[in-house]
């Protein structure tokens, strides 16, 4: 899926919770939620991401956690957003052509 174009990827949607992801990070970087929910999606093992409310920066990068369990504790200082399942198919295709040029 890495090696895929962004445009190929159905885009998952995702319930918020307060709270945090009871499980150690997968992967961590400071981005804007859009961001995080893109990279989650395009990520077959992240379940969801947790967003630390304390390194909010410019009211819109966060500190983000993502996590392949989805098991949230409660808390005030943390969100997470969790990766509802997608009944459409990962890909989606569009109408053209498929060829090669030779010069």
């Given at each position: ?9 159905a ?10 992801i ?21 990520t ?7 967003l ?10 966060h500190?983000v ?14 969100i997470?957003h ?13 109408p ?5 040029y030779?010069t």
């Open positions: 899926c890495e090696l895929l174009p962004f445009c190929c990827v885009m998952h949607t995702f319930s918020t919770e307060p709270g945090f009871m499980s150690d990070a997968m992967h961590t970087e400071f981005m804007m939620v859009e961001d995080a929910a893109t990279w989650c999606s395009r077959p093992a992240c379940r969801g991401f947790t630390s409310l304390k390194h909010l920066q410019d009211n819109r990068v500190y956690l993502f996590h392949n369990t989805s098991a949230v504790t409660l808390s005030g200082e943390w997470s969790l990766k509802e399942a997608t009944t459409a198919f990962a890909y989606s295709f569009q053209g052509y498929l060829g090669a030779t």
